[in-house]
């Protein structure tokens, strides 16, 4: 299976602040890279797939890039409801495996 | 509009069954992809099983051979049969649409809000 690694599995920021977010993959998987953000006691929302789509709807201050087999996820201005928990997802082979989670703290 | 709504979670001891349902509506689950994905008490993401629109299913290696997805499309459901059930499977079940049928770029657009499924010993 692909393993997806996350880092850091949590971060302490401030509103405003710009932050990034990592997933690493342990094989090639092109640009098949999905991102969630998920609120406690709700279901994941997808953010970006592709690496770097944005999902309809989805604020402009997400954004997505990709360098080999590193994925980066930028928030560019952290709002109060984005200090939430993010996921990365491979999208490349079954099973389309996530990354442990990332968890966003007020600072 | 796209929905889907989980049923069938409950408390069942270790080796017991349960079927998990996934009732959708805005969309056929005959022309889509549905997954069911899985999330234990106060843990992370884990990816269960897919059924391709043309009936073909995936399963992860944790529930291979424990778990069978089908769907009734004159029901426009999916479901998630789960057999020899251990504690570890305890976990909120959802499942979702994925858009992969579309570009070929999987993704879970749409997402039901979930069922717990626990299993004690």
């Known amino acids: 299976d692909i393993q997806m690694t996350q880092s850091p599995s949590s971060m302490s920021a401030s509103v405003g602040d710009r932050v990034t977010i990592t997933c690493r993959s342990s094989?090639?998987?092109?640009?098949?890279l999905n991102w969630y953000q998920q609120k406690p006691g709700k279901a994941p929302n997808l953010l970006l797939y592709a690496a770097s789509s944005l999902q309809s709807g989805v604020p402009s201050r997400f954004s997505g890039r990709m360098s080999g087999t590193d994925f980066t996820l930028t928030i560019a201005s952290l709002q109060p409801e984005d200090f939430v928990t993010y996921y990365c997802q491979q999208s490349y082979t079954t099973p389309y495996t996530f990354g442990q989670g990332t968890k966003v703290e007020i600072k | 509009e796209v929905q889907l709504v989980e049923s069938g979670g409950g408390s069942v001891q270790s080796g017991g069954s349960l079927r998990l349902s996934c009732e959708a509506s805005?969309?056929?689950?005959?022309?889509?992809?549905v997954t069911w994905v899985r999330q234990a008490p106060g843990q992370g993401l884990e990816w269960v099983s897919l059924i391709y629109s043309g009936g073909t299913t995936y399963y992860a290696a944790s529930v291979k051979g424990r778990f069978t997805i089908s769907r009734d499309t004159s029901k426009n459901t999916v479901y998630l049969q789960m057999n020899s059930l251990r504690r570890e499977d305890t976990a909120v079940y959802y499942c979702?649409?994925?858009?992969?049928?579309?570009?070929?770029?999987?993704?879970?657009?749409?997402w039901g809000q979930g069922t717990l499924v626990s299993v004690s010993s």
């Open positions: 979702a649409r994925d858009m992969g049928y579309d570009s070929g770029y999987t993704r879970l657009d749409y």
């Open positions: 805005g969309f056929s689950v005959e022309m889509s992809y």
């Open positions: 094989y090639n998987i092109s640009d098949y």
